[in-house]
């Protein structure tokens, strides 16, 4: 079959299920569940369905091959919002798959069509397909959104696409009297039986069980997606299909209906098709509506007695109510007289009693006027007293706090000179271990003094200091105590064993040259911005916790940092560092984080890094370039250097060859000297 976008080859079939039972009339609480009743002409109650229940099915959404069909959404609704007029419960179900499809229909059945006093309607719109069979026949079939057009894979429209005859499955399932099924959509079928015969009168036609089957057109006609046979069903169902204008619309006048006027609204291109299924059990009475206005005729006229009576009864009770009422009246308006006397009499009695009062409230609140004004006046006096009170007291604390102020700088001062004249008397003293001396001869010229710890004499002995950066990474070593890197591993136990040996030791450290690895200073450091500007340097660091994490080729341990600022002891905090082995000629820290205390700067954080490029394994020093910043408030610097530190575990609390003893001046609160 040809199929065009924007055409949707119909199934024509309305499928509307309704099972009667003996009369049909509207009065329950929730729509679908009022009772319909039924009257022939006479007036005399010959049908009635208990329940009305529409099901109500449409497939737009096309995905396997078939043109999409955007106007059964809408026409859906529409059928929805005329079945709901006629007190249809109704239920919608969207592009189903052909699973979804019958379990609608199975579950719809199951909730709905085991009364045999409910009548149901089934309405599907979408596309319908007729296949030619093998041994000459025909099957007519509805297309579900999932199955696929049968020219392109005729296997799997067969395997999802819904025929007729599970249809009349479903309808011989039904255990409700009535029931008819439409579909607006073209297909050829042979479940139902053609007719054009209507049953002798409407009691007959509400007694017998009925399958009524009615389609929008036949095999192979194509039906525009703005349906014309959704439009004459509502137009029928408002009226239009009356035929012999009983008030009643069945399901053999709506088929006459669609037929006449469907097949002239589309100029011949639809030719509806209605019939009974072909069952002789089920082929007997007829789907019926009860339409809009004779139901408000039947309405009116079962009611209009019972309101005329309702009304005389309630003509004669307001007549003796009146009686009453005008007796009540005259004895209300002589008490309203006698009230209105004794009213104007209390009336003048409240104007004198309120004139007084008047009178006494004005005097009060001048009083209490008067009150608040002599008490604000007190108040912003003793205001004034407090703020001469409090200016005193602040300026008395700050005259305190500037002599106070001024006789600490007085003791700074003091203090400062002592030190200075103290420091003067220790020119003559010889250089402390560290200090850079001038050499004695030409020979040593160059030379330096030697690292912390480390005697001249051990240094004469030593062999040349290797450069790590100058080292090939597979070299051998070369000399006693000096080790040259074969491999990163090696270096790294080195390193481990070496540190782990001084664990909890004293290891001093001093400023030195690049060139000649000897110490120039006594500890290394940086100069700091503080109102008191000098060096903060650190001269011996303490190590503890030393693990070895050889997955990462680094080394872990805590520092117990130990600096002085212009000479003077400091409490520092105690940092974690990682030694990193990069490789066997590059060995960093990347961060050696700290912070000092002093009373005259204050809190200041330190941070460090080392890239040390000198490694004496047979003397346990280490040496390398540093950066070090410090940040505080009111104290700032920042500095780079060369530094050695001596990891061999020489206590550096002993005075060294040479150096003069060093003690704690509790008055100066800094080391100096020890007296002779």
């Given at each position: 079959?040809?199929?065009?976008?924007?055409?949707?080859?119909?199934?024509?079939?309305?499928?509307?299920?309704?099972?009667?039972?003996?009369?049909?009339?509207?009065?329950?609480?929730?729509?679908?569940?009022?009772?319909?009743?039924?009257?022939?002409?006479?007036?005399?109650?010959?049908?009635?369905?208990?329940?009305?229940?529409?099901?109500?099915?449409?497939?737009?959404?096309?995905?396997?091959?078939?043109?999409?069909?955007?106007?059964?959404?809408?026409?859906?609704?529409?059928?929805?919002?005329?079945?709901?007029?006629?007190?249809?419960?109704?239920?919608?179900?969207?592009?189903?798959?052909?699973?979804?499809?019958?379990?609608?229909?199975?579950?719809?059945?199951?909730?709905?069509?085991?009364?045999?006093?409910?009548?149901?309607?089934?309405?599907?719109?979408?596309?319908?397909?007729?296949?030619?069979?093998?041994?000459?026949?025909?099957?007519?079939?509805?297309?579900?959104?999932?199955?696929?057009?049968?020219?392109?894979?005729?296997?799997?429209?067969?395997?999802?696409?819904?025929?007729?005859?599970?249809?009349?499955?479903?309808?011989?399932?039904?255990?409700?009297?009535?029931?008819?099924?439409?579909?607006?959509?073209?297909?050829?079928?042979?479940?139902?039986?053609?007719?054009?015969?209507?049953?002798?009168?409407?009691?007959?036609?509400?007694?017998?069980?009925?399958?009524?089957?009615?389609?929008?057109?036949?095999?192979?006609?194509?039906?525009?997606?703005?349906?014309?046979?959704?439009?004459?069903?509502?137009?029928?169902?408002?009226?239009?299909?009356?035929?012999?204008?009983?008030?009643?619309?069945?399901?053999?006048?709506?088929?006459?209906?669609?037929?006449?006027?469907?097949?002239?609204?589309?100029?011949?291109?639809?030719?509806?098709?209605?019939?009974?299924?072909?069952?002789?059990?089920?082929?007997?009475?007829?789907?019926?509506?009860?339409?809009?206005?004779?139901?408000?005729?039947?309405?009116?006229?079962?009611?209009?007695?019972?309101?005329?009576?309702?009304?005389?009864?309630?003509?004669?009770?307001?007549?003796?109510?009146?009686?009453?009422?005008?007796?009540?009246?005259?004895?209300?308006?002589?008490?309203?007289?006698?009230?209105?006397?004794?009213?104007?009499?209390?009336?003048?009695?409240?104007?004198?009693?309120?004139?007084?009062?008047?009178?006494?409230?004005?005097?009060?609140?001048?009083?209490?006027?008067?009150?608040?004004?002599?008490?604000?006046?007190?108040?912003?006096?003793?205001?004034?007293?407090?703020?001469?009170?409090?200016?005193?007291?602040?300026?008395?604390?700050?005259?305190?706090?500037?002599?106070?102020?001024?006789?600490?700088?007085?003791?700074?001062?003091?203090?400062?000179?002592?030190?200075?004249?103290?420091?003067?008397?220790?020119?003559?003293?010889?250089?402390?271990?560290?200090?850079?001396?001038?050499?004695?001869?030409?020979?040593?010229?160059?030379?330096?003094?030697?690292?912390?710890?480390?005697?001249?004499?051990?240094?004469?002995?030593?062999?040349?200091?290797?450069?790590?950066?100058?080292?090939?990474?597979?070299?051998?070593?070369?000399?006693?105590?000096?080790?040259?890197?074969?491999?990163?591993?090696?270096?790294?136990?080195?390193?481990?064993?070496?540190?782990?040996?001084?664990?909890?030791?004293?290891?001093?450290?001093?400023?030195?040259?690049?060139?000649?690895?000897?110490?120039?200073?006594?500890?290394?450091?940086?100069?700091?911005?503080?109102?008191?500007?000098?060096?903060?340097?650190?001269?011996?660091?303490?190590?503890?916790?030393?693990?070895?994490?050889?997955?990462?080729?680094?080394i872990k341990f805590v520092s117990v940092n130990r600096g002085t600022y212009i000479g003077t002891p400091v409490l520092c905090s105690d940092s974690d560092v990682?030694?990193?082995?990069?490789?066997?000629?590059?060995?960093?820290?990347?961060?050696?984080?700290?912070?000092?205390?002093?009373?005259?700067?204050?809190?200041?954080?330190?941070?460090?890094?080392?890239?040390?490029?000198?490694?004496?394994?047979?003397?346990?020093?280490?040496?390398?370039?540093?950066?070090?910043?410090?940040?505080?408030?009111?104290?700032?610097?920042?500095?780079?250097?060369?530094?050695?530190?001596?990891?061999?575990?020489?206590?550096?609390?002993?005075?060294?060859?040479?150096?003069?003893?060093?003690?704690?001046?509790?008055?100066?609160?800094?080391?100096?000297?020890?007296?002779?």
């Open positions: 079959m040809k199929m065009t976008d924007g055409l949707r080859v119909w199934m024509c079939s309305l499928l509307v299920l309704i099972l009667g039972g003996d009369s049909l009339v509207l009065a329950a609480e929730s729509r679908g569940s009022q009772v319909v009743t039924i009257r022939d002409r006479e007036g005399k109650s010959v049908g009635l369905y208990k329940g009305s229940y529409a099901l109500l099915i449409g497939v737009s959404d096309y995905k396997e091959g078939w043109p999409k069909l955007p106007g059964v959404s809408k026409d859906v609704e529409l059928v929805g919002e005329i079945l709901k007029s006629h007190d249809f419960n109704v239920e919608r179900v969207e592009n189903p798959t052909r699973a979804q499809m019958i379990q609608a229909f199975e579950g719809f059945i199951n909730r709905y069509g085991q009364d045999p006093d409910n009548r149901l309607l089934f309405y599907f719109a979408g596309h319908g397909h007729t296949l030619r069979l093998a041994y000459g026949g025909e099957m007519g079939y509805i297309v579900p959104a999932d199955a696929p057009n049968p020219n392109r894979d005729k296997s799997g429209f067969m395997a999802r696409a819904v025929d007729m005859e599970l249809i009349e499955v479903f309808a011989k399932r039904i255990q409700s009297k009535h029931a008819l099924f439409l579909f607006d959509s073209c297909f050829s079928g042979s479940i139902f039986a053609l007719g054009r015969a209507i049953p002798e009168n409407i009691s007959y036609k509400t007694s017998k069980p009925v399958r009524q089957f009615i389609t929008a057109g036949s095999a192979d006609e194509q039906v525009p997606d703005e349906s014309v046979f959704r439009s004459q069903f509502v137009a029928a169902l408002q009226g239009e299909g009356d035929a012999d204008q009983d008030g009643y619309l069945t399901g053999v006048e709506l088929g006459e209906f669609l037929q006449s006027k469907v097949v002239n609204y589309s100029n011949g291109t639809q030719h509806p098709q209605y019939g009974k299924i072909r069952n002789p059990h089920l082929d007997k009475g007829d789907f019926v509506f009860l339409l809009p206005k004779h139901r408000m005729e039947e309405a009116k006229k079962s009611s209009l007695q019972d309101e005329l009576t309702r009304l005389e009864g309630e003509r004669k009770k307001y007549q003796d109510e009146l009686k009453t009422m005008e007796a009540e009246r005259k004895v209300a308006e002589e008490k309203l007289k006698l009230d209105q006397e004794r009213i104007e009499q209390e009336r003048l009695k409240v104007k004198q009693q309120r004139e007084k009062l008047e009178a006494e409230k004005r005097l009060a609140e001048d009083q209490s006027r008067l009150e608040r004004e002599r008490v604000e006046h007190e108040k912003l006096a003793l205001l004034e007293r407090q703020e001469a009170l409090e200016k005193q007291t602040r300026e008395a604390q700050e005259a305190r706090r500037r002599e106070e102020e001024l006789g600490q700088l007085k003791e700074f001062q003091r203090k400062l000179e002592e030190k200075r004249k103290k420091l003067e008397t220790m020119n003559a003293v010889p250089p402390s271990p560290g200090r850079a001396t001038p050499p004695e001869n030409k020979a040593d010229e160059g030379k330096g003094t030697p690292a912390p710890g480390v005697k001249k004499a051990e240094v004469d002995k030593m062999p040349e200091p290797v450069d790590l950066a100058r080292l090939e990474p597979q070299d051998s070593s070369k000399g006693s105590g000096i080790f040259v890197p074969g491999g990163e591993g090696e270096v790294l136990q080195k390193l481990y064993r070496m540190l782990k040996a001084v664990e909890g030791k004293g290891n001093s450290a001093c400023e030195a040259d690049p060139k000649t690895r000897q110490c120039t200073e006594e500890g290394f450091g940086i100069g700091l911005v503080a109102p008191i500007p000098g060096l903060a340097t650190h001269h011996e660091i303490v190590i503890k916790n030393v693990q070895l994490d050889e997955a990462n080729r680094q990682v030694l990193k082995v990069h490789s066997s000629t590059d060995i960093r820290v990347d961060k050696w984080e700290y912070f000092c205390n002093w009373m005259l700067i204050g809190n200041v954080s330190f941070e460090r890094t080392h890239s040390f490029d000198y490694v004496n394994f047979g003397k346990g020093v280490i040496g390398g370039a540093y950066t070090m910043s410090g940040a505080g408030f009111p104290a700032a610097g920042s500095g780079k250097g060369y530094s050695l530190i001596d990891f061999s575990g020489r206590d550096s609390g002993k005075a060294k060859a040479g150096s003069k003893k060093m003690c704690y001046d509790d008055s100066l609160g800094m080391q100096v000297p020890c007296p002779q």
